[in-house]
DNA sequence: CTGAAAGCGCTTACAG
DNA sequence: CTGAAAGCGCTTACAG
């Protein structure tokens, strides 16, 4: 560390106006030889400018832009838990999209209390973010109200809400995808460690496979159908819930990969092993389902093209455009888990 | 979606102008009615104003703010990767404190690579961040240097550079600690999957795992430490070559719990088990650690209280303060996979 | 092609 | 206690 005493006299950083002031010209002049698309600048200052700009170390002064322009070119990115691997996921897709367009990305965790949310979503516009993607939607709160009172652009990814712009994946679809391949396998004694229900990745992926087996004659008692929080150790509380409604249970659905490693422990706790006593599904396909010692059957749901789609959205809305809602379609995915291989 | 046809005009944002203007007073007035150490203002206008500023939804503008104080209150924070959940946690702590002490987080992935480095760094830089938090650092690249010609503050996290400001965890004593564990146990043939040995946390855990061995008469192959990349897949490849090296291994030691997860993957495909055949230790005790179906022994890297401590050294700094580079103790986390429990 | 001016929204010495 | 002015660093019509 600073073992050589005081720290240098930093040298002021180069601006618009030190540069013009050492070559002899006006500062309009330098920000058009400077700028993306240089109109009307002669070839010759426009090297003279650029050239002194890297000898100097210039470097734009993104917040005086924002200021002058009125576009900050940051977009806003709001989730439950940014160390939920799911949400990193998202966040890659969106943060990887946002810096090809030039923009920059700053996220916030609200851990799904309306308070925290509140107070970020503030600070946010307080930065003058000039859009939002939101992926911690819950159905019956009152964020997207909230949201569209505040005026910014912005898409729900994820965790979609009735009649608001959104993308994600086909939840319904996808719970449907799991109760068909475990009752193709004969199963007919279900469990369902569903996630978080408020949200509509919890609820959508519950419903679509609660009707999917009613359509096929199989009962599903209520109390079989236990929620909790997307992690691990939620998820091994509620499966012991489950256990109890059903004991002679054969297979579980879990809302999310996570939820499916609780699953598994309070499973392995009981002395049941997977798949040979109880099958499991998991949801997400994350890089852990395939690596596990007994290979998790999931359901991909594409998160990182719902982040990428997500951003894709938000940036032609704020060019004017009106992008439509969308879901991906969920995809299968049959491992171990279940009994193949 | 907008159904109901146009967006209405958008009412310009509350500015300080326009409150003034319709409370018949001057802006620096106002300004320092809604400062949060009001100085020399009377209640009666300091409530006059905050009323209607409460009216009309007024928001600061910290873009403005930022450019008239030169301090944007913006903390960056490079990562190789936030889907990585050691760094995920490491986000986790440091954007904790950076909201309670009035900063924003901006964070980048660069993917342990030069140039996306560089790349993000200098969008950060041009976004005029008050300082940084690094890490992603590389043992014998340039990065610190780099960051120290900029001139912005920073510290570095979790990966530490000889001679810098810097704040991890004790890998050596980490990397000890797992060999004394298993050489307890009886174990004397090792191979270890390193993880990343450019970066200070795999080359410490592992220079820590040997020299412990060393120490105890117990010869380690060179040819059974293979580095690796922090994750699963790469982890899973270099088993393979562990097994080559050493076929009678009994016990592996993994850079890291993601490591360990692709160990984990190879051994079940090679048909061995964890413990009865190899024990397995792995590194961070991340959530996962606990709720696999052979519960993993491995270390608590204490992550989150690097993340904490690392902004508030940064904000330390950026008070004019000296603060001392820090080593957190490691602490060994004792489990099944070792054979125990 | 270049210059001069205005202004984005704020804060902060400086007067009074 | 309040007002008036300056200025952070930039961009962008508007002249010439």
Known sequence: MDSDGAA???????????????????VSTVSRA?????????????EAVRRLAEERGYRSNLTARALRTGRTRVLGMLVPRLADPVLALL??????????????????????????????????????????????????SHIADQLEATGVPHVLALRCVPDRLCVGTDDLAGGRLVAEHLLALGHRRFGVVAGDTRASTGHERTVGFLAACEEAGVEVRPEAVVPCLFDVRSGAAATERVLEAVPDVTAIFAGSDNVALGVLGTLRDAGRSVPDDVALVGYNDLD???????????????ILEVGQLATRMLLELLGGGSPEPARLAPRLVVRASTGAG
């Open 8 to 26: 240098p006299a930093r040298t002021r950083a180069a601006t618009l106006t030190s540069l013009a002031a050492e070559l002899g010209v006006h």
């Open 91 to 140: 966040h890659e897709g969106v943060d990887e999209r946002a810096i090809e367009a030039g923009y920059t990305t700053v996220v916030a965790n609200t851990l799904d209390r309306a308070d925290l949310r509140e107070k970020r979503l503030d600070l946010m516009l307080q930065r003058r973010v000039d859009g939002a993607v939101v992926a911690d939607s819950l159905l019956h």
């Open 288 to 302: 852990l389902a395939a690596a596990l010692p007994v290979p998790l059957t999931t359901v991909d749901s594409r």
């Open 34 to 46: 400077l700028s993306d698309a240089p109109a009307g600048v002669s070839t010759a200052t426009m």
